[in-house]
């Protein structure tokens, strides 16, 4: 049978390009039709066809002539060619010789589902252009719907799917059926999201699915069928397909919302009404007890459970019992908060050299009195920042745009409030972009969108959506002056400065390149100390609240806050068996986990009969209503709402051991490569990070690139004796 096919195909190859070297030829009884419609008197109608006709063949006998002038030029090209185009003429039809004949809907041909796909439509055309009918006009839509949804079968199925026998790609209803939400569930879930976010709602605490987290480390088999899978998705990237599902479109309304132009949202009401916009707790100004600077390094070797002197680890549920997440510091204006990472200035050179060993060895500190970061924080004004992101919005007009940045400048804003004072730079800088994020409280997980089936995962955990910066900082400030719940929606803002922007001429760089020449230069500096490895710098805005899920970056980190201040909250790699981390690559959630800290002072909390009412119960519960039952309300408390997988891991994670450090505004932080990092904004604030490479060893004492990447793997003899 192959070798039929094979000699068929050459035969055919053969023949169709002796044909194409045919010179054209008429024959007698043409040449007489069109001598004799030539003489004769005939209709205008007639004298156009065979004009029409005339140009046809001529068109044709020119490609004729192209093509054998060609071939004859490129005689091999003109042969490779012709034998592709038999062989796809071959394929098509063997294609439609095997499918035509089959009565199965699952497997027609090529040719008989184009038929049916065409004569669905045609139907669905004929159907909309009726007046009158047998059915209603819902049942009418109805039926138009159907016939789309079979159009679109038969569109995304393919013959490709079929010939390497992937059934499911598309088109398969029976094996695509969402197995949590339907699609008007998704949609209707989307609406109450929608609705909660316009109307400034509490929507009390937000537990995480436990669908969605990995099963606890002491669930028996786990970590070796997780090893497996793992081994799976890493040998072709076609095994993408399994968790990478096709219908999902990271455009859509579930991952990007449209808020320009609409009307006020209920907190821009409460913002007109302010006239105070200082935090409850300023933190950069807050005194702060840091710990005497060493002068050597801490001993680095393995010694199993026990960590090295420096930095001093604490059990993260001592961290949160002792500073609640979505609190102010207990004592804020009292006392000064405490601090255990060594402080060194960046002004001193003995200390820089002290702080540069600590950075060889892979240890976190942090700098302060940073002349470039200090010069950005006195810059970074709200206006200023505004000015360099929304300048594209600032002559389009409408409610949402340019009309919030005038405000800002006192008025509506025109070219020459653009040019700035840049003595440095020959011009003012080109706009940078920014993104705006929501979410309907102040915990943001981020991840990849593409990955993301909202029909098996639900509502993602953050949506992207259109706001200006001077938008953004509206609620920012709103955020300070009010104190913002934590369950209340918050915003985020993101920006980027692409790796390729530092080798450019100066005066096309953007304001963060300028104002932090030492994270954008191309040559090498303290903070860029591998400037090949340089990814670009990455700003992180923040609100009152905003709390950024654990992960890690495989790159060396210096993160400078220019405004405001954020609580870190750091791990070594070794903890991450503990974090909740998904290790899989092709996660949506990869690097990063979807535990809230937060929820680690819910685990055994209940409520005290005699200090709180059924109301107070309620509100403080976030729920509206009840049973008439007070007692059981006051039983459901917030720790009773915990999904069993949700505790377990809280209960794990209370264990790990971090250490925790609040960075203000004019401090930069060294990150080593893979630490874990949970980040709480204090208030509002602008921070910026540039990554330097990569240390795959990390230390002994603390881990490195092997520790994540086995994280929460055990060998076959710990499962078996666990």
């Known amino acids: 049978m192959q070798s039929f096919f094979i000699f068929n195909l050459l035969s055919n190859s053969k023949a169709l390009f002796v044909l194409l070297q045919k010179k054209p030829q008429i024959n007698n009884k043409q040449t007489d039709t069109m001598s004799t419609s030539t003489s004769s008197p005939i209709s205008n109608n007639s004298s156009d066809v065979d004009a029409n006709q005339k140009r046809r063949r001529h068109r044709g006998s020119r490609a004729r002539r192209v093509w054998k002038r060609w071939s ?45 796909a065409k004569a669905l439509l045609k139907q669905a055309h004929r159907q909309d252009g009726e007046e009158e009918g047998g059915g209603g006009e819902e049942e009418q839509e109805q039926q138009n719907n159907n016939n789309n949804g079979e159009i679109r079968k038969h569109h995304k199925k393919g013959a490709w ?57 002491q669930t028996a088999g786990r970590q070796l069928q997780q090893q497996n899978d793992d081994e799976e998705m890493t040998r072709g990237r076609h095994k993408r397909d399994a968790v990478n599902p096709k219908n999902v479109d990271p455009k859509s309304e579930f991952f990007k919302v449209k808020r320009r132009n609409q009307p006020d949202m209920a907190w821009e009401a409460e913002y007109q009404k302010l006239s105070d916009f200082q935090p409850p707790v300023d933190y950069v100004t807050h005194a702060y007890d840091y710990p005497e600077l060493l002068w050597e390094l801490p001993d680095l070797h393995d010694h199993g459970k026990d960590y090295p002197s420096y930095p001093p680890l604490k ?8 500073w609640p997440q979505d609190n ?40 302060y009195d940073v002349p470039e970061v200090t010069a950005a924080t006195e810059k970074w004004t709200d206006e200023y920042v505004a000015m360099n992101f929304d300048a594209k919005s600032f002559f389009r007009g409408g409610r949402n745009q340019g009309s919030i940045l005038g405000n800002l400048l006192g008025g509506k804003p025109n070219h020459q409030t653009l040019q700035r004072d840049d003595s440095e730079y020959a011009s003012p800088p080109p706009p940078a ?31 992207n959506n259109d706001w200006t910066f001077a938008h953004w900082a509206e609620h920012a400030r709103y955020a300070d002056a009010v104190g913002l719940n934590a369950s209340k929606p918050h915003f985020y803002w993101q920006s980027g400065v692409p790796r390729e922007e530092r080798h450019l001429p100066k005066s096309q760089w ?45 790159g060396r980190n210096m993160i400078a806050m220019v405004t405001g201040a954020k609580r870190y909250v750091l791990a070594p790699p070794k903890e991450c068996p503990s974090l909740g981390i998904v290790p899989w690559k092709f996660n949506s959630e990869f690097r990063h986990s979807l535990l809230n800290f937060g929820h680690i002072n819910y685990m055994n909390q209940t409520p005290n009969s005699e200090e709180l ?52 505004a004019g401090e930069v932080l060294y990150l080593p490569s893979h630490w874990f990092h949970y980040i709480v904004s204090l208030q509002k604030s602008a921070q910026c990070n540039v990554r330097s490479g990569i240390h795959d060893e990390g230390t002994p004492a603390f881990g490195g690139k092997l520790d994540v990447k086995m994280c929460g793997r055990l060998s076959e003899e710990e499962a078996a004796n666990h």
């Open 315 to 322: 059990p993260l549920g001592d961290l949160m019992k002792a």
């Open 161 to 217: 799917a079929k010939l390497f026998g992937n059934q499911d790609v598309g088109g398969n209803d029976d094996k695509r059926k969402p197995k949590r939400y339907k699609d008007q569930d998704a949609h209707d879930l989307l609406t109450d999201l929608d609705q909660a976010i316009v109307t400034n709602k509490d929507g009390g605490i937000r537990w995480t699915a436990p669908y969605l987290l990995l099963p606890p480390i």
């Open 328 to 367: 102010d510091f207990p004592g804020a204006g009292q006392r000064p908060i405490p601090e255990g990472l060594l402080h060194f200035n960046y002004s001193n050179p003995k200390e820089v050299e002290m702080a540069r060993k600590f950075r060889d060895a892979e240890l976190p500190f942090k700098f």
């Open 433 to 463: 972009s920014g993104t705006a994020q929501e979410s309907p409280n102040n915990f943001f997980a981020f991840f990849q969108p593409n990955l993301w089936d909202v029909k098996t995962m639900g509502l993602p955990p953050v949506r």
């Open 72 to 116: 004859a030029q490129n005689p091999t090209l003109a042969v490779l060619l012709t034998i592709f185009v038999a062989l796809c003429l071959s394929c098509m039809t063997f294609e439609y010789i095997l499918g035509s004949g089959s009565d199965d809907s699952n497997h027609h041909g090529l040719g008989q589902r184009m038929r049916r």
């Open 510 to 554: 953007t304001f963060i390149s300028r104002d932090l020449p030492s994270f954008s230069s191309p040559a090498e500096t303290f903070f860029v100390f591998n400037p090949d490895m340089q990814k670009g710098i990455q700003c992180r805005f923040g609100e009152r609240g905003v709390v950024a899920a654990t992960h890690y970056d495989s």
């Open 613 to 664: 009412d059924d109301g107070e119960v309620e509100k403080e519960h976030g729920r509206e209503g009840g049973d008439e039952n007070g007692q059981q309300r006051k039983r459901q408390w917030k720790g009773d709402h915990m999904s069993q997988v949700e505790r377990e891991w809280m209960e794990i994670a209370s264990s790990s051991k971090a250490i925790e450090t609040v960075l203000k």
